[in-house]
């Protein structure tokens, strides 16, 4: 009888709101995320980024083996293998350029330079998709990467000389913006599970020449790092894809911003980096620029559902 009341109340609660749910997976994402980079600049002394995404690809095509051995041919299955390779290859450069400026930087600067990938799909979704920009989109942009200028201006100097490093997260940026555009040309007629796939295998393959330039043997401790920072990795983009899909883009926007504060907390507590205030007030301009264009995005995708709605007799 107990038992069964327990079951009665159970049933009887609501059920978790979708942007809740959806919430509680970005935090994951951004948990899982602060990790990854932690240990990719911890292990950024000995291990260069080039054999650090092999890992990662390697450990994330372990994960997707069962599915691929499981599905076989249909895996694979595919009308467009040009855009699947281009969207590979610039996804594994941008993950060394990204691994690379992570181990160089401090973690909040590099967080917060990540995030130009949504202002780099505003001039991408125009060329690429042929959507239309409107001027409040194209001025966020504007507005975002001014930002960026003042987030790397104490490292300009007085040649206007950018780093390296953060040189590299730019670039990354943009190209992890093309893979972006690239799946959003994809899913109209594959399914997510056959991205993933091409994704892990041909990632895998495009890491093994610059994994053989500097490869070095790992200790076991080091191997076991670079493979948990691998299964980490993997979690982190399951975490994300369920948040975007579970809840409201405009919604979850917000919550993956947290990153940054968990990023420069891990980055002053283990690695003793202090934000700079340039640091600070150009990730508040690129957060808020590129939360006005996701909310602006999705109020664009809802009245086109509307007036899709009012068409149909």
Not at 61 to 67: D, E, F, H, K
Not at 105 to 112: E, K
Not at 268 to 275: G, N
Request: charged share 10%; with cysteine; net charge positive.
């Amino acid at each position: 009888m107990a038992s069964a009341r327990v079951a009665g109340e159970a049933a009887a609660q609501p059920p978790m709101a979708p942007n809740l749910q959806g919430a509680l997976w970005m935090l994951g994402s951004a948990l899982t995320f602060t990790a990854m980079t932690t240990l990719i600049k911890y292990l950024g002394e000995d291990y260069p980024a080039a054999l650090q995404t092999f890992y990662r690809q390697a450990a994330g095509l372990a994960i997707l083996a069962p599915v691929i051995l499981k599905h076989r041919s249909a895996a694979f299955a595919t009308s467009r293998p040009g855009i699947l390779i281009f969207r590979s290859a610039a996804g594994t450069v941008a993950m060394i350029l990204s691994f690379y400026a992570f181990a160089k930087m401090p973690l909040a600067d590099a967080n917060a330079l990540s995030f130009t990938r949504t202002l780099w799909l505003v001039p991408l979704a125009a060329f690429t998709l042929g959507e239309r920009v409107g001027p409040l989109r194209i001025g966020a942009a504007v507005v975002g990467f001014a930002g960026v200028l003042i987030m790397i201006k104490p490292a300009m100097g007085p040649h206007f000389a950018i780093g390296l490093p953060a040189l590299a997260m730019l670039a990354s940026a943009l190209l992890l913006a093309f893979t972006v555009t690239g799946m959003k040309v994809l899913t109209r007629d594959h399914a997510p599970m056959v991205i993933l796939v091409w994704s892990a295998v041909l990632g895998l393959v495009l890491a093994i020449p610059g994994a053989l330039f500097v490869w070095r043997w790992p200790s076991p401790s080091d191997f076991a790092l670079l493979c948990l920072m691998g299964v980490i990795a993997t979690a982190n983009q399951a975490c994300y894809i369920k948040g975007m899909q579970v809840g409201e883009a405009a919604a979850m926007a917000p919550i993956d911003y947290t990153r940054l504060v968990f990023s420069a907390a891990v980055g002053l507590l283990l690695f003793h980096e202090v934000p700079g205030p340039w640091t600070v007030a150009g990730a508040g301009v690129v957060v808020v620029s590129t939360l006005f264009i996701t909310v602006r995005e999705q109020q664009l995708a809802r009245s086109a559902k509307l007036s899709a709605a009012a068409e149909i007799p």
